[in-house]
């Protein structure tokens, strides 16, 4: 399983970035998929997940401003951010793994992508 991350840089406050990641070796709508961030000096934290059914889940602090999204034809998943704020600033994973029905529990990681919010 290789997980492409892209689409992260620099953007001011209040805009806009699209991160994709590409997947190869698995197929993206027969897993949970998702996107973690790990911002500097602290933990890694959900960001948003999609169950192999298509369910969405964003976590509550992110919820109006990011959408997850993916594209069975491209095998890929893309994480739609919006109103940026500097403390979104952050190393941003795309990974893999299974849905309980409650949590996520991520099995392959993708290499990150830095996101980068000036204020």
């Known amino acids: 399983v290789q997980l492409q991350a892209s689409g992260g840089g620099l953007v001011q406050a209040g805009g806009s970035l699209r991160l994709s990641c590409t997947a190869s070796g698995t197929v993206v709508s027969n897993n949970a998929m998702a996107w973690y961030r790990q911002a500097s000096g602290k933990l890694r934290e959900f960001v948003a997940g999609i169950t192999p059914g298509g369910k969405t889940h964003v976590r509550d602090s992110m919820k109006g401003r990011f959408t997850i999204s993916r594209d069975i034809a491209k095998n890929e998943v893309d994480l739609q951010m919006n109103s940026l704020k500097p403390d979104d600033t952050a190393v941003y994973f795309c990974?893999?793994?299974?849905?309980?029905?409650?949590?996520?529990?991520?099995?392959?990681w993708g290499q990150g992508t830095l996101v980068t919010v000036s204020s």
């Open positions: 990974a893999q793994g299974r849905f309980s029905g409650t949590s996520y529990s991520m099995d392959s």
